[in-house]
């Protein structure tokens, strides 16, 4: 079942949050509910920590580029 929840921002960050929200042509009340779920999905994917490690990885960074590029052409094979 749905819950309200009231918040309180300044208003620099209601005009933030409001320009995005017309950008995504969304209510404001759905935009910030749909950013909220996609850093949550993000914070689960890996940590701040995780992150800068796999970015200080110049040989890891181009192999996933690599194979971000090969996937998006279908070039390959998936292996489970």
Same mark, same amino acid.
């Given at each position: 079942?749905?819950?309200?929840?009231?918040?309180?921002?300044?208003?620099?960050?209601?005009?933030?949050?409001?320009?995005? #929200? %017309?950008?995504?042509? *969304?209510?404001? #009340?759905?935009?910030?509910?749909?950013?909220?779920?996609?850093?949550?999905? %993000? #914070?689960?994917?890996?940590?701040?920590?995780?992150?800068?490690?796999?970015? /200080?990885?110049?040989?890891?960074? %181009?192999?996933? *580029?690599? /194979?971000?590029?090969?996937?998006?052409?279908?070039? /390959?094979?998936?292996?489970?």
């Amino acid at each position: 079942m749905p819950k309200t929840l009231t918040l309180r921002v300044n208003e620099e960050t209601y005009n933030t949050i409001k320009r995005h #929200a %017309e950008l995504d042509h *969304r209510p404001i #009340a759905n935009f910030i509910e749909y950013a909220l779920k996609r850093y949550v999905q %993000e #914070a689960d994917f890996s940590d701040e920590f995780e992150t800068l490690e796999i970015l /200080g990885n110049q040989t890891l960074v %181009e192999r996933l *580029r690599k /194979g971000s590029q090969d996937a998006a052409r279908k070039k /390959g094979r998936f292996v489970a």
